[in-house]
Structure formats: C-alpha cells, structure tokens
C-alpha cells in the first residue's frame, strides 16, 4: 500500500500485479461488510473495469462463502433512453455479468430506469430512493478516461443530486466499443450525483490501464475539481484505491 498525503488528509492507495488481485482484494472487502451486515446496501457501476470483481464475487457466491439473498444493489447510472431489456442497456450488463449469477431477489435491484417517460422525473424517483437509504454502504466506484466517476462528466460544477445528463464525446468513444459503431452510443444517461457517491459510508475505487493514468493522477493529486470529478474522492472519509501499475503509472 502507498499512502498520500492529499490537503493533509491520508489517502490509501494499492498498486496490485494483476487486475485478478484488484478483484481479490474488492471481493474481500465486500463480503466482509455483507457478513457483517446482510441487508447490505450495495452500489455497483458499469463497464469493463469491475467486471472480474463482479465474477469473483458470483465465484464465492456459487462456493457457498458469501449470500446476497438479502443484499440490495443501486447501480450508479443508466443510458436514457434505453429499452432496459437491452443486453446494451446498463440493466443488461449487469444481468449478464452479476445478477443471473449471484442468490440476488430481482426485488431488490435498484437501477434507473432508462425506459422512464421522463428523464428528470425518473432522476428524481431514484434520488429520493437514495436519499431514504441515507447513503449505500459500499459504492463500487471505477473512472472514466476524463475523470468522470458515474456519469458526471466534466464540468464546470459538481451536480449533487441524481440528474439526466448530456455524454461527453470522449465517453461516448470510450463507450463505444460495447456497441457495433460510436452512433449507436446513447447521448445521454441518467447518474447519481456527486452527493449520492460521497453520501456512500465506504467506496472502492477501482482503475486499470494506462489509458487511466492522467485521470487517476489528477483524482488523487490535483486540487478537487469539477474538471475532475472523481477529485470529490479526496473529501470521503473512507475511499480506498485499488490500482494495476498502468493505472499508478504517473503516481510518484
């Protein structure tokens, strides 16, 4: 582990061998909290990066080591509009890469609905499920390429409540790859906002890939900035960084 020193705050840092050992480390640190507390309140993201997270934790769950029977989930965000049937859809990738694999009660998989009429009365709707939660109790947190972490994306400000937002370009060509071609990428999403990530009482941080760099150096070390949102992270008082060598490559 390397410690830094950020606005006289400690921040953890693990620089891991291998994205197996992020998800080794990530799965540890879930499952201790759910035997600790099985209601657990459980905020999950999207994209390749927690991927080898979410199939380890469907590997213990099968090995009989870990239950989620009682667990509740609260993805970060959801493409607007999006048939949430969609295997494209956030709903979708979640289903094939965690929720058909995992004890999980379809009753208690919270995700924006990409499908609502209306896309800043849905962000309402699941701002004020959050706001009753008081905060989840573990967010799992990965960053886009520009520094966005759910899909709050860079800005001149940070958006504190769940909002409808516009996709940056650069999102959209990091996204496309899930898609046949960039003009399939949906434009826009709906995200939790920055209050609802810090309201979490611990988040994993997850990076790999060089690609990731500048992004994980300007979360960690530049003044917090709406430039970069993930820089919000140096104000929670329990975040811990899990990052392959690529990720920590421009870290001192």
Known sequence: MKEYTVKGK???????????????????????????????ALGLATGSTPVPLYRKLAEKNRAGEISFAKVRTYN???YFPIDPASPLSF???MRDNLFSKIDLPEEAIHIPRGDAPDADAEAARYE??????GGVDIQILGIGSDGHIGFNEPADRFIYPTHATALTEQTRRDNARFFNALDEVPTHAITMGIGAIMRAKKCIFIATGKNKAPAVK???????????Q???LQFHPDTVFLLDRDAASLLP
């Open 218 to 228: 300007s979360a960690l070390l530049d003044d917090p900035s709406p430039a970069c």
């Open 230 to 232: 993930a820089s919000v």
């Open 10 to 40: 400690p921040v953890r840092v693990y620089v891991c061998d291998s994205e197996d050992e992020i998800a080794s480390q990530a799965a540890d640190v879930v499952m201790y909290a759910i035997r600790r507390k099985p209601h657990l």
């Open 76 to 78: 970060l965000d959801e």
């Open 128 to 133: 004020a499920e959050l706001d009753a939660l």
């Open 91 to 93: 709903r979708g990738f």
